[in-house]
């Protein structure tokens, strides 16, 4: 009995079996992973070689849901990857509504889609604004309580790393998120 040889397949034929298999058009995925569309094209064609740089393959992968490692090119970082809870917390209501990374994407203005596939890959921190937060909780039919609970983390970590000594001034920011959440939850 012969046994069958498995011949890996190369990564710009996964990543067009991707765009074939969910319908995507290479315009799209261009803007998602921040590459222009001929790169695209061409990346597909085989005209250039797939990339080597991490951020563009982490990006590719973030999109295609699958891991990095996936691509013989990519090679992994040396430095440690911080896993920030609350993106876990998105991806797994990613999970949970039963939503494609592409679908999730697609639900954010073109502009923003890219700065979304960085916060999925922990490139990028969740915004502080909360209307931009609140587009990612409705997109995932997040309870408004655990989205503001995300959204009073980042923004503590704002505070501290522009230099407020969040403990020396506990009144003034537990004040300050008091009637933040007062006026989030009247209006939201």
């Excluded at 000594?165 to 209006?187: G, Q, R, T």
């Amino acid at each position: 009995m012969k046994t069958k040889q498995i011949i890996p397949q190369k990564s710009s034929e996964k990543v067009a079996d991707f765009l074939d298999k969910n319908a995507l058009h290479k315009r799209d995925f261009a803007e998602m992973i921040g590459v222009t569309l001929s790169y695209v094209y061409n990346l597909i064609d085989e005209t250039v070689s797939f990339s080597t740089r991490g951020t563009t393959i982490e990006r590719i992968a973030t999109v295609m849901e699958i891991e990095p490692e996936e691509f013989q090119e990519y090679k992994i970082p040396q430095e440690p990857i911080l896993i920030d809870e609350s993106i876990e917390t998105i991806k797994n209501y990613l999970k949970e509504n039963r939503m494609s990374v592409v679908s999730f994407l697609k639900s954010f203005p073109r502009k923003k889609r890219l700065d979304m596939v960085d916060i999925l890959r922990g490139a990028l921190p969740l915004p502080i604004d909360f209307k931009e937060m609140h587009l990612i909780g409705k997109t995932l039919n997040m309870p408004i309580e655990e989205l503001y609970s995300i959204w009073e983390t980042r923004m503590r970590q704002a505070l501290e790393s522009a230099g407020m000594n969040i403990y020396a001034n506990s009144e003034l920011v537990n004040s300050m998120f008091d009637c933040a959440k007062k006026e989030i939850m009247k209006h939201f």
